[in-house]
């Protein structure tokens, strides 16, 4: 099994795929738009790699960080999430973004991915939320009589306040999921207020 490569990029293409030359040997690398705009023709490069064995092929997606290599063979472990959606989740949103999106159940973000439905979406959030080891923030200490976790409540009346997902996204991560909405709402209002000051 094939876990990193370290060599020069021969080329890159417009299908998403690099061929980086190890050793005399040219290997073809499948990796996200963000990874094909840093892998220069003539450079250098090291990439963390996720072998991808089946019975008709065998094929090598390629990460700058541990990290992104780690999001992928969680979201291809998950029920009905291949390869190709992956990677198309990764060239959306990246893996601290992706853990966010997942924490506070931002459905409407996952469903900016292509060919990611409401449907699909709605199953990535419940699974993902158990592959990621994140904290169960529905609980029924933080559910609320509409059924709506605190987190939720909070997110919904920033984005009616005419704040942007990702200044969302970001004070709700200093958060704590335990407390109240209307705490919550009180702090994330302060710390908006004064990044925008």
Same mark, same amino acid.
């Given at each position: 099994?094939?876990?990193?490569l ?6 890159? $293409? $417009? ?22 705009a840093?892998l220069e +023709?003539t ?10 064995i ?7 997606? /390629?990460?700058l ?5 780690r999001?992928? !063979?969680?979201? *291809?472990?998950? #029920? ?12 959306? #949103?990246?893996?601290?973004v ?15 991915? +292509? ?5 699909? /979406? ?14 169960h ?8 009589a ?6 939720v409540?909070?997110? !919904? ?10 200044? *969302?996204?970001?004070?709700l991560?200093?958060q ?10 009180r $702090?994330?209002l $302060? ?6 000051a």
């Amino acid at each position: 099994m094939i876990g990193s490569l370290r060599g020069k990029v021969v080329e890159r $293409n $417009n299908d998403g795929t690099v061929l980086l030359e190890v050793g005399g040997v040219g290997y073809l690398i499948h990796v996200t738009p963000r990874t094909l705009a840093e892998l220069e +023709p003539t450079s250098a490069a090291f990439v963390y790699v996720h072998h991808h064995i089946r019975e008709d092929a065998q094929t090598l997606f /390629a990460f700058l960080e541990r990290d992104e290599r780690r999001s992928f !063979e969680i979201l *291809i472990a998950t #029920h009905g999430i291949g390869p190709s959606m992956a990677m198309s989740i990764l060239a959306t #949103h990246s893996p601290r973004v992706l853990i966010d999106i997942v924490a506070t159940n931002d459905l409407a973000a996952l469903t900016m991915v +292509p060919g990611v439905g409401r449907k699909t /979406a709605e199953r990535l959030l419940v699974e993902l939320k158990d592959r990621l080891n994140l904290p169960h923030i529905d609980t029924p200490e933080s559910t609320g009589a509409a059924g709506h976790s605190a987190v939720v409540d909070v997110r !919904e009346a920033l984005t009616g306040l005419g704040y942007s997902s990702e200044e *969302i996204r970001e004070v709700l991560r200093e958060q704590s999921a335990t407390d109240s909405a209307e705490n919550m709402l009180r $702090n994330a209002l $302060n710390q908006l207020g004064a990044r925008r000051a």
